[in-house]
């Protein structure tokens, strides 16, 4: 399968915890997007890179919100000390190609 | 954060019938796509707009780059039941040369059999 991969696809934390989401890319993408989305909304853009630099930030991604995509690859997503309010689907796109998506559940 | 308008918020339809939707920004762009998203999974591209004025198919469904840039639209012919779904429009680049897309708030489309 030569699509985009997500993993894990739910997760269920408590509050407080630390979650890593991670993105198998379209090898031969160079962009990679990370999006939340939430019930009844759009994807909202969080971070995008250029193979592996991080040219982007949005304003959304608070300071307990860190990504990473060593040498150009996968990439990871991690949330420190979850809040409730994090609990969303979050999406990898490859270009303009999405993953399934990790479902998110903080209690 | 930012969100296209998307018009209509949610629609029935008889099958058979013919669909239009629109996703309007404030904003120019240089990119306009077109995704369809099932509950509880990824939005999956349908169409791909990259000049002003394109006017571009995919099997029933016809989108459109409005001239102006900041507006596009999306029509699906013949609807059928495994149509239904969350529409979402999806802007990039412009005057900001940014590469990020920003996403519209998403049509829901209800066919009835």
């Known amino acids: 399968d030569t699509g985009v991969s997500q993993d894990p696809r739910h997760k269920i934390t408590k509050r407080g915890q630390n979650v890593t989401f991670r993105c198998d890319p379209i090898s031969e993408h160079n962009r990679l997007y990370w999006y939340r989305q939430t019930l009844g909304q759009g994807p909202e853009f969080l971070t995008y890179?250029?193979?592996?630099?991080?040219?982007?930030k949005s304003r959304l991604l608070s300071d307990r919100f860190s990504a990473e995509r060593p040498k150009g690859s996968f990439s990871t997503l991690e949330i420190q000390r979850t809040e409730q309010g994090d609990s969303a689907m979050y999406l990898c796109?490859?270009?303009?190609?999405f993953g399934p998506g990790t479902r998110l559940t903080v209690t | 954060g930012q969100q296209l308008n998307q018009s209509p918020q949610s629609m029935f339809i008889q099958e058979g019938e013919d669909v239009s939707m629109n996703c309007t920004s404030s904003?120019?762009?240089?990119?306009w796509l077109w995704y369809k998203q099932d509950p509880g999974e990824g939005p999956v591209l349908l169409i791909a707009l990259y000049k002003a004025g394109e006017l571009t198919s995919n099997g029933r469904l016809t989108a459109q780059f409005g001239i102006t840039r900041k507006d596009s639209f999306l029509n699906i012919s013949a609807s059928i039941p495994s149509d239904v779904g969350i529409y979402f429009c999806a802007g990039q680049g412009g005057t900001s040369g940014t590469y990020k897309y920003i996403f519209g708030t998403g049509t829901r489309l209800k066919v009835l059999a």
């Open positions: 796109a490859s270009e303009q190609y």
């Open positions: 904003s120019i762009f240089n990119t």
């Open positions: 890179f250029q193979n592996e630099a991080q040219l982007e």
